[in-house]
């Protein structure tokens, strides 16, 4: 048994030992990003450089040079919470009363099901949705009002936040059953590796209502369960990975938002056991 948990170790971190980098700019909106690596991209396809390394240092140079600050995407997360985030320069953000939130976008969801030709059902899907809504609701209703009609705030001055689910992925009921067996033959004190449990994304975008002049673009994609500390403790729950991720992006959101409002916000983000 101590074969296979050390084995499941060397498996998971040689599943996340490649370093991915993200290129900051709050003041580039997404289709400046997209054409200023289309561009570096070009230059690095002209080079003669064979070598992987040097193609992404050669990549990563010319994205400085184009203005954007070159850190890994683990760092990304630590500055500005989200892989890809733009403001729109000089926007008072104390103005806003309120913020309504529309209803989640699914047309382009994909939903990792981790079984073969299984595919979510529409219930699930919109269940997915629905709880998205909610968990950014709670979490922007620490900084400002949420309100779920704009009629509601009629004379009042609104921030309309629209969200697009992209990717998800129900827990991999494999790898959650292996490490649940090998967490009952080690010692509880000694914290088991998270598994790949599938790839989340999303987009987000806050605009001034009714103009639409948008104010901030967000997006964001990870592979791993951002919102938990340990694993094997709990039961299984199918859905908790993609439950504790829309928490993450909601709370770092909010953060977002008090700051833009020179607002004081604490995380609710706290330490919690992975639920397989």
């Not at 733009?86 to 529309?102: A, G, H, S």
């Not at 340990?230 to 928490?247: C, P, Q, S, T, V």
């Amino acid at each position: 048994m101590k074969n296979i948990y050390y084995f499941l170790l060397l498996v998971i971190f040689l599943f996340g030992c490649a370093t991915k980098m993200a290129y900051l700019n709050t003041q580039k909106p997404p289709e400046d990003v997209k054409k200023d690596k289309a561009d570096c991209q070009a230059v690095v396809d002209s080079s003669d450089f064979k070598d992987a390394s040097l193609r992404q240092n050669k990549f990563n140079q010319c994205m400085k040079e184009k203005g954007y600050e070159v850190v890994s995407e683990k760092k990304a997360e630590k500055i500005q919470g989200f892989k890809e985030l733009w403001i729109k320069p000089e926007t008072d953000f104390k103005v806003y009363e309120v913020i309504f939130i529309d209803k989640t976008d699914l047309s382009q969801l994909k939903v990792d099901m981790h079984l073969p030709g299984a595919k979510a059902n529409e219930t699930t899907i919109n269940n997915l949705g629905e709880e998205m809504l909610k968990r950014f609701s709670n979490a922007l209703s620490a900084v400002m009002p949420v309100v779920s009609d704009q009629k509601n705030a009629a004379e009042k001055k609104i921030l309309y936040l629209s969200l697009k689910l992209t990717k998800t992925a129900q827990a991999n009921i494999g790898a959650s059953v292996a490490l649940q067996i090998v967490g009952q033959f080690t010692p509880s004190f000694v914290p088991l590796p998270d598994p790949p449990v599938g790839t989340y994304s999303f987009e987000g975008v806050v605009t001034d209502y009714p103009s639409r002049e948008k104010l901030i673009i967000i997006s964001d994609e990870c592979v791993e369960d951002k919102n938990a500390s340990l694993a094997g403790f709990e039961n299984y729950e199918k859905w908790k990975h993609a439950y504790n991720i829309m928490d993450y992006w909601a709370d770092h959101l909010a953060a977002l938002l008090a700051k833009e409002r020179g607002l004081k916000y604490k995380s609710k983000l706290g330490f919690k056991l992975i639920d397989f």
